[in-house]
């Protein structure tokens, strides 16, 4: 998954960009829960990156 390689290569605004254009489309094609149930798993999988997950939830 491109969002999760930009994350561990710690590109977090182009991660940031990226991921609100997966959601914004999973919003559009009704698809959300599964865009939430996957970055959650790619949360858990990432951990440590928590500076790409602060900005996030900002």
Not at 15 to 22: P, W, Y
Not at 24 to 47: C, I, V
Request: glycine share 4%; aromatic share 10%; no cysteine.
């Amino acid at each position: 998954m491109k969002l999760e390689k930009l994350v561990e290569a710690r590109a977090y605004d182009e991660a940031l960009m990226l991921a609100v254009d997966l959601k914004a489309l999973a919003t559009r094609g009704d698809a959300l829960q599964d865009f939430a149930t996957r970055f959650e798993a790619m949360r858990k999988r990432q951990l440590r990156q928590r500076g790409f997950f602060d900005r996030w939830k900002r």
